[in-house]
């Protein structure tokens, strides 16, 4: 056990349905070693669990309970980072858990941000998930669509910038595909494609 913060849980099983050895973490370790490929996890606030150290290699955020996480998750980890978040979005499952880019994957703040932008917020809009990639036909943040460029000025860079920032916040590597739609003065990011590759 590691000494508590404040943080919420997250405890790693050997085996499916929370059995087997188990490992407990209270904060966030960026070089641990669990023993084993974690089978199931138990999670109290959200986590962002590596398979790396110093949060490299496959990340997913965690958020809620997982009986096998191999079914559940697409994945089953040999855990070297866990990340405290302390985030809580409403009802556990409110978004599922996706994998996580490198923190030098994520565009910086201002890129395709409009003034009501709020990156806080999770990504959602009406969307279609899959092992390896996920399509937002209308992404948003919290209930708000994703205005495609500053001011709502269309251009193709600080689109592509801000499909890329959206998958970043998204959990995903990058923006494969993605598109542009006019409503009135405004530019709206459309059609936009992620990818874990």
Not at 162 to 182: E, K
Request: glycine content about 12%; proline content about 8%; charged content about 15%.
């Amino acid at each position: 056990m590691i000494p508590s913060q404040g943080q919420g849980t997250i405890t790693f099983y050997e085996r499916p349905d929370f059995g087997g050895a188990a490992i407990t973490f209270r904060q966030t370790e960026g070089a641990v070693r669990v023993p084993f490929l974690a089978r199931s996890i138990r999670a109290e606030g959200v986590w962002r669990v590596c398979s790396g150290t110093g949060f490299t290699g496959r990340c997913v955020l965690v958020d809620d309970s997982h009986r096998d996480s191999q079914r559940e998750l697409g994945l089953m980890l040999a855990i070297q980072s866990v990340e405290a978040r302390g985030e809580t979005f409403g009802n556990s499952g409110s978004w599922p858990s996706r994998p996580q880019p490198m923190p030098s994957q994520i565009p910086q703040p201002g890129w395709g941000m409009h003034a009501h932008a709020d990156w806080a917020q999770p990504p959602g809009g009406a969307n279609l998930r899959g092992i390896h990639t996920q399509f937002f036909a209308t992404p948003q943040l919290g209930r708000e669509r994703v205005e495609s460029c500053p001011g709502g000025q269309p251009g193709p860079i600080c689109l592509a910038d801000t499909a890329a920032r959206f998958c970043a916040h998204a959990g995903w590597n990058r923006a494969l595909s993605y598109g542009q739609q006019i409503v009135g003065r405004r530019a709206y990011l459309v059609d936009l494609l992620c990818t874990s590759n």
